[in-house]
């Protein structure tokens, strides 16, 4: 069992930054896939970022060129710095760990176990 927790979110106006943590636990931490969801209400979840073990990353087009995934893999943590931030940013962000799949995954079944979710608020 992993156990996923996010945190660092927030009310922020439009044009700012936010910087989201995500710590996951199991020893080993560099071997995971990881992802970073999130959901507008009334909306499906979808993909933002992902982070492979072998350092690749990629992005939704609605985040590429404001938003980084990052890793530490010495402290467990994955990180999305979320920068020139919109409305239609707002939503809940969710951190997900793909434990022994092939690749970054951007369906919500490629992934293990989720977070509770951290709140990001954008106010025009």
């Known amino acids: 069992q992993v156990q996923v927790v996010e945190s660092g979110g927030g009310l922020v106006q439009a044009g700012g930054s936010l910087r989201l943590s995500c710590a996951a636990s199991?020893?080993?931490?560099?071997?995971?896939?990881l992802g970073w969801f999130r959901q507008a209400p009334g909306k499906e979840r979808e993909f933002a970022a992902g982070?492979?073990?072998?350092?690749?990353?990629n992005y939704a087009d609605s985040v590429k060129g404001r938003f980084t995934i990052s890793r530490d893999n010495a402290k467990n943590t994955v990180f999305l710095q979320m920068n020139s931030l919109k409305p239609e940013d707002t939503a809940v962000y969710y951190c997900?760990?793909?434990?022994?799949?092939?690749?970054?995954?951007?369906?919500?079944?490629?992934?293990?176990?989720w977070g509770q979710g951290t709140q990001v608020t954008v106010s025009s």
């Open positions: 982070s492979s073990r072998s350092g690749f990353t």
């Open positions: 199991g020893r080993t931490f560099s071997s995971y896939n």
């Open positions: 997900a760990v793909d434990v022994d799949r092939i690749g970054v995954a951007v369906s919500r079944g490629g992934y293990d176990y």
